[in-house]
């Protein structure tokens, strides 16, 4: 009863547009998860790409104020994948923020990155922005050998 108590305090200290976000990713997280076993990641993330190009404005990526607003997007969007009705894994959730940061014109970069650990296989996703994992520890790069070029790159495979 209490953690309820404490998720339902959390949910009330949001702004407005905080909520709508949590509401949105609430629902993008199946989407996109669905998107990925459907059409893969590839044509998931050029789809998704599509529907929201980036629009630059100059100097924004170098701006404090940019990954705040980025750091913002994660705690919401990490948030609605512990919390809300659907349990993202971390490719659905790097995926989402991914496409959500986009939207809103702050360019990130999807990486994956695989190890082997007790000798089972283990992938990983998370996203960086202005080359720094954003929804991920950032000693992430040294604890999985990570993919030389971005998911979302035009070279990217």
Not at 76 to 103: D, E, K, M
């Amino acid at each position: 009863m209490r953690s309820l108590m404490n998720k339902w305090r959390k949910l009330r200290g949001l702004s407005w547009p905080e909520r709508r976000l949590l509401v949105q990713a609430a629902v993008a997280l199946p989407a996109v998860a669905a998107l990925i076993r459907i059409k893969g990641l590839r044509r998931c993330r050029t789809l998704l790409a599509r529907l929201t190009p980036v629009v630059h404005h100059s100097g924004l990526q170098a701006d404090g104020s940019a990954e705040s607003r980025a750091r913002s997007v994660v705690r919401i969007v990490t948030a609605a994948a512990a919390h809300g009705p659907y349990r993202a894994n971390c490719l659905q959730q790097s995926v989402t923020l991914w496409w959500f940061l986009r939207r809103r014109g702050l360019e990130s970069d999807l990486r994956i990155g695989t190890r082997k650990r007790d000798g089972h296989f283990d992938a990983h996703a998370w996203v960086e922005f202005s080359g720094r994992a954003l929804n991920e520890s950032r000693d992430v790069g040294a604890r999985y050998a990570v993919f030389e070029e971005p998911i979302n790159s035009p070279g990217a495979r």
